[in-house]
């Protein structure tokens, strides 16, 4: 199991960014593929955005795709989320998940159920 730790969630008004960092431990980060989700009050969580081990390919939801972008950096076992253009509707906590053992795994594979370790979340919210 890898241990996820994110971090750099707030308050921000509409139309404005943020960044969330995502810490992983141990030392095979490069061969994990790393996904972001967020989960509304009383909604499902959804799928927001995926990165394969080396950070080359990334795949996004419709409802973020443009705004937002996922990269990574393994040498420091990190993953972000840059946000931008932010809206109400993006207010939710949002979680760092890892799927190990994912060589040969579709990065557009948008169940939760196929990562094996999360994080414990961390609120944005986005005021109108």
């Known amino acids: 199991q890898v241990q996820l730790v994110e971090s750099g969630g707030g308050l921000v008004q509409s139309g404005g960014s943020l960044t969330l960092n995502c810490a992983a431990s141990?030392?095979?980060?490069?061969?994990?593929?790393m996904g972001w989700f967020r989960q509304a009050p009383g909604k499902a969580r959804d799928f927001v955005a995926s990165?394969?081990?080396?950070?080359?390919?990334?795949y996004y939801a419709d409802s973020v795709k443009g705004r937002f972008t996922i990269s990574r950096d393994n040498a420091k076992n990190t993953v972000y989320l840059q946000m931008n253009s932010l809206t109400p509707e993006d207010t939710a906590v949002y979680y760092c998940?890892?799927?190990?053992?994912?060589?040969?795994?579709?990065?557009?594979?948008?169940?939760?159920?196929?990562?094996?370790?999360w994080g414990q979340g961390t609120q944005v919210t986005v005021s109108s």
């Open positions: 998940a890892a799927r190990i053992n994912a060589y040969g795994a579709r990065l557009n594979d948008p169940r939760t159920t196929v990562y094996d370790s």
């Open positions: 990165s394969s081990m080396s950070g080359s390919s990334t």
């Open positions: 141990g030392r095979t980060f490069s061969n994990y593929v």
